[in-house]
């Protein structure tokens, strides 16, 4: 009987679900509009030339104001053929689904608690020794993103998540004063019930436990009213944007950020969520590959802020005085440069993308990258395929079983132009690769949740760390390495085999990739 009810509960929530609700409005646009055709030109076809051209004028209005909206062409484009299919619902739809970014996200009141509590901390001099191309990822990262970086750092990778998951519960186990937890997904089963004994726990002998989560993320995996049955445990917990029975024009944000924080001295950021099948627990798709990157010491702040700020969401501000370390834990091993880094939907901030496009544009030997989802826009192919032409080592990771088969069309079908230009394309056998890494030159390294897609570039709130000169970054280089064993190596061969129809299903996924 529970079996039942969940399975009803999830095709519920699937109806309710930003992506279906898109779905259902352009399909509900085309129809209307059509059908006014039909009408107009059975009953009414005198007046028709009239509305032909009304269409055709708010079709010109509409696609004049997206071209002058600030963002991606690509986006852009998407938009526009779908408006003018249906030019008088078009817009509307526009509006609700894709004109407006998160109207309660407030970026300048954000901008000045970063700029308030996260002063810039290394000095030019310290940055210098790393070469110019370094200081200039620093630079931006510290200045425009009011995310400066760290000295004074220790790193530890773990390059699954049944690696990370004994450590990760015994730093919970070590809290004294807080636990912050932000995660796109949380699901019942063995792994949280592990998590949430301890919490439960540290809840009990006065330890500030806290935990946020999605709610369309996590909408199929927790039961509804959720946050009541942690607050019975003392913890206390909000949902982000709860998932609504009603278009809304910031449901298409979503907080896909996943960090811990523990006193203010531990942290985590990591792809992974807190579900069975991201540690290997339960069976999805073959075996689940993805990461984490432990951080201890000066830069663990930057992601108490940047929990503080996302708790803070609509609500009363933290006095961010009171979550201040007391003191800091004696370091095993440092010696680079350490960056959290956060992203949010305002089409001002394009922190991951620009990230991205620089440790691209700056690789000199090598350049590896890990990605679940491969739905790029012109400017980082582009980027991608000077980079392999100009002598650099491209190598691209992705899955070879998909857990979204219209998103894996659309991966596919970036291939060839990549391939062409010399990069190298590996596909991930052994099941499904969840994991989002950036490593070049034995220098630079990325770790966090952003994907190679749209909706982690433009549409969602994410987190990662820059890593420079730390040892980490060959930890991550060589985990791609030791993966790459398990891969298949895409060839040109291997796309020129597909059917004419197939090519054709993938090219028209392309144009509107934006919009998945």
């Not at 627990?281 to 700020?309: C, H, Q």
């Not at 004419?500 to 028209?508: P, W, Y």
Request: with cysteine; proline share 5%; charged share 20%.
């Amino acid at each position: 009987m529970k079996r039942v009810q969940k399975q009803v509960q999830q095709k519920v929530i699937g109806i309710l679900s930003p992506r279906f609700q898109r779905m259902f409005l352009i399909l509900l646009s085309i129809v209307l509009q059509f059908g006014i055709y039909v009408v107009l030109l059975v009953f009414f076809s005198q007046y028709f030339v009239y509305f032909y051209w009304l269409c055709l004028a708010v079709s010109l209005a509409v696609t004049l104001f997206i071209s002058t909206r600030k963002s991606k062409m690509a986006y852009k484009i998407a938009w526009i053929i779908p408006i003018l299919l249906v030019p008088l619902i078009g817009g509307g739809m526009f509006i609700i689904l894709g004109g407006v970014r998160n109207p309660y996200y407030h970026r300048a009141e954000t901008q000045r608690t970063l700029k308030s509590q996260l002063p810039v901390r290394l000095s030019t001099t310290d940055l210098m020794p790393y070469g110019p191309d370094a200081l200039q990822q620093a630079w931006y990262l510290g200045h425009t993103a009011k995310c400066p970086a760290y000295g004074n750092t220790e790193t530890a990778y773990f390059s699954t998540g049944a690696a990370f998951l004994p450590n990760f519960l015994e730093e919970l186990e070590r809290a004294k004063d807080y636990i912050f937890l932000e995660y796109f997904i949380i699901a019942e089963g063995t792994m949280w019930d592990e998590i949430l004994e301890v919490l439960t726990r540290k809840a009990a002998q006065g330890v500030d436990v806290r935990v946020i989560y999605d709610g369309v993320g996590s909408a199929t995996t927790l039961p509804p009213h959720y946050p009541d049955q942690l607050h019975r445990r003392g913890i206390l917990c909000r949902v982000f944007q709860p998932l609504l029975p009603l278009l809304s024009i910031h449901q298409n944000n979503r907080d896909h950020r996943k960090l811990c924080v523990i006193d203010g001295v531990t942290g985590f950021v990591s792809g992974l969520n807190l579900a069975d099948e991201y540690v290997d627990r339960k069976e999805r798709f073959g075996y689940w590959k993805d990461n984490a990157l432990r951080l201890r010491g000066e830069a663990v702040w930057s992601l108490t802020v940047f929990f503080l700020l996302m708790w803070d969401h609509q609500n009363t501000p933290s006095d961010f005085r009171l979550f201040r370390p007391k003191a800091l834990p004696p370091l095993k091993r440092s010696g680079g440069i350490v960056v959290p880094y956060t992203d949010t939907p305002n089409p001002s901030d394009t922190i991951c993308a620009d990230l991205h496009l620089q440790m691209i544009t700056k690789a000199k030997r090598y350049l590896y990258l890990t990605t679940p989802y491969l739905i790029i826009d012109e400017t980082m192919t582009a980027a991608l395929c000077t980079a392999a032409r100009s002598g650099v080592d491209v190598r691209i990771m992705t899955p070879h079983i998909p857990d979204k088969k219209v998103v894996f069309a659309v991966t596919r079908s970036n291939y060839p132009t990549l391939l062409e230009a010399g990069a190298r394309i590996y596909e991930f056998t052994p099941g499904f690769l969840h994991s989002k890494t950036v490593v070049a030159d034995d220098l630079y390294a990325s770790v966090g949740s952003c994907n190679l897609d749209y909706r982690s570039f433009y549409l969602q709130f994410e987190n990662g760390v820059w890593l420079c000169g730390d040892p980490a970054v060959l930890e991550v280089r060589d985990d791609f390495l030791q993966t790459m064993e398990v891969c298949q190596e895409i060839t040109q061969n291997d796309c020129k085999t597909l059917s004419l129809f197939s090519r054709l299903l993938r090219s028209i996924y392309r144009l509107f990739a934006p919009l998945f």
